[in-house]
T-cell receptor
Framework: ETGVTQSPTHLIKTRGQQVTLRCSSQ?????VSWYQQALGQGPQFIFQ???????GRGNFPPRFSGLQFPNYSSELNVNALELDDSALYLC????????????FGSGTRLTVV | AQSVAQPEDQVNVAEGNPLTVKCTYS??????LFWYVQYPNRGLQFLLK??????LVKGSYGFEAEFNKSQTSFHLKKPSALVSDSALYFC??????????????FGKGTKLSVKP
């Protein structure tokens, strides 16, 4: 079975621009969540999608938005980029039950200049 | 509010010695606890989890963790450390959405350094 894949692996954007990050979930997983990991910090929960609907959100502003598609892949969109948005963005997928562990992708390193 | 604390920023141990990486948690209800490892410029790799049952949980690469409800702790252990175990370790607890799967709440991480 394939794991979680994220694209791109790295990108550099200018402050004020918009960015879209993509994630393909592991086969059979219907839940996708996104995390932001700033340098030297633990991952912080952004939001989660279950069967194409957002069913949880962390303490992030509305300029962070997302989508989940019928094949359970997902996008994270960030508008009006700020320097503090520079971080590793991690996508994780899981089958959707409480006892299962999420499988993480390798992440997208976003640098905002 | 649910939270996870990893009190040590860094743990240093000699190869072959036992290692412990500490984690304490705060949750309402029964905790679902996880350990992940992160190598430089990589995502998180799952090591082990506690859902219910035996307090000693065995995981990948020879790691194990002991769940202690009275001390609200879930310390990661390994009897004999390897240089290749050097990495960043994260403890996490699952939040509860009243039926649907909750997100993970992570500690700040502990850097493990194993010297030859």
């Amino acid at each position: 079975e394939t794991g979680v894949t994220q694209s791109p692996t790295h990108l550099i954007k200018t402050r004020g621009q918009q960015v879209t990050l993509r994630c393909s979930s592991q086969s059979g997983h219907n839940t996708v969540s996104w995390y932001q990991q700033a340098l030297g910090q633990g991952p912080q929960f952004i939001f989660q999608y279950y069967r194409e609907e957002e069913n949880g959100r962390g303490n992030f502003p509305p300029r962070f938005s997302g989508l989940q598609f019928p094949n359970y892949s997902s996008e994270l969109n960030v508008n009006a980029l700020e320097l503090d948005d520079s971080a590793l963005y991690l996508c994780a997928s899981s089958p959707g039950s409480q006892g299962t562990q999420p499988t993480f992708g390798s992440g997208t390193r976003l640098t905002v200049v | 509010a649910q939270s996870v604390a990893q009190p040590e920023d860094q743990v240093n141990v000699a190869e072959g010695n036992p290692l412990t990486v500490k984690c304490t948690y705060s949750v309402s209800g029964n905790p679902y606890l996880f350990w992940y490892v992160q190598y430089p410029n990589r995502g998180l790799q799952f090591l082990l989890k506690y859902i219910t049952g035996d307090n000693l949980v065995k995981g990948s690469y020879g790691f194990e963790a002991e769940f202690n409800k009275s001390q609200t702790s879930f310390h990661l252990k390994k009897p004999s450390a390897l240089v290749s175990d050097s990495a960043l370790y994260f403890c996490a607890v699952r939040s509860y959405y009243g039926g649907s799967q909750g997100n993970l709440i992570f500690g700040k991480g502990t850097k493990l350094s194993v010297k030859p």
